[in-house]
């Protein structure tokens, strides 16, 4: 079945505002018209009002890369997901491997992060994946789909609708070491037969699901090629507006 396929781009701890407004407008005129598949930023806090502002009239669609999950309180140093919808984002990253390893999130956390991003109207990207030694041991298979179940816990049928899974094996993060395309599709298929099993397989099929990990202008067509890979998470080539503009090629 026809899937859109979602390019994000994942800026991690980098750009000043100025930065972000000097490759977004770099990134602007190399993407536009590339409607072919769905194109998002995802920026740090402090990047989100210059990106929504820079992004306006263009195909361009901001996320942020974390959201709190309570409306409000007590939470220094936190961000809602009301506080994100009102500046304009569409998108949030959740449970992505570097909040898990380095600020404690737990499967209860990113589980409770996405119910409150959903119910605020964000569109969720959801990260799960392997570390090396998971790999390594054969238990892939038991891991993401273990962390789906649990990250995705009373979340609706309909709500999937707004919820991207992205497969990104750690061990491929930042790293260089890209899975294979076949790795790669292989996993993916994996997350789709347990959303299959959890919500049925029409819910499955309609799912889009990305990888990510070391994705880059030289790798991307061969791993957007595969039937289970719907798109990219990307990091690293996402600060290149060249780069990030033959993944988005790539998925047209
Ligand atoms: C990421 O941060 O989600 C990511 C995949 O990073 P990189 O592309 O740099 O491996």
């Known amino acids: 079945m026809a899937r859109r396929y979602v390019i994000a781009g994942n800026w991690k701890m980098n750009k000043t505002p100025a930065e972000a407004k000097a490759l977004i ?33 263009t195909n361009i669609k901001v996320g942020a890369e974390n959201v709190h999950f309570a409306e409000s309180g007590a939470y220094t140093g ?9 500046c304009g984002v569409e998108y ?6 570097e909040r898990r390893q380095y600020f ?7 589980n409770l992060r996405t119910k409150a991003a959903l119910a605020a ?10 570390v090396k030694e998971q790999r ?18 009373d979340v609706s049928a309909e709500d999937m609708k707004n919820v991207i899974i992205a497969y990104e094996p750690v061990w491929a993060i930042g790293t260089g070491l890209t899975a294979t395309p076949e790795q790669a599709d292989e996993t993916c298929g ?3 037969a347990t959303l299959a099993k959890m919500y049925g397989q029409d819910v499955a099929d309609a799912s ?29 080539a996402s600060l290149k507006a060249p780069d990030f503009t033959v993944i988005v090629d790539a998925a047209q």
């Open 121 to 130: 109207g964000l569109k969720v990207i959801l990260c799960v994946g392997e």
């Open 25 to 57: 407008e770099e990134l602007k005129p190399m993407v536009a018209g590339k409607n072919g598949c769905d194109i998002v930023i995802c920026v740090p806090y402090v990047d989100i009002c210059t990106a929504v502002e820079a992004t306006k009239g």
């Open 208 to 236: 889009i699901i990305q990888y990510g990990g070391s994705m880059n202008a030289k790798n991307a067509a061969e791993l957007l090629a595969k039937e289970n890979v719907d798109g990219g998470l990307i990091g690293g």
């Open 190 to 192: 994996v997350i789709r």
């Open 78 to 86: 936190e961000i809602s997901a009301k506080m994100l919808t009102e």
């Open 136 to 153: 390594l041991s054969g238990i892939t298979d038991e891991v993401v789909s273990m962390q789906t179940k649990l990250d995705l816990a």
């Open 104 to 110: 404690a999130e737990t499967d209860e956390t990113v």
């Open 92 to 97: 949030v990253i959740i449970g992505h491997s």
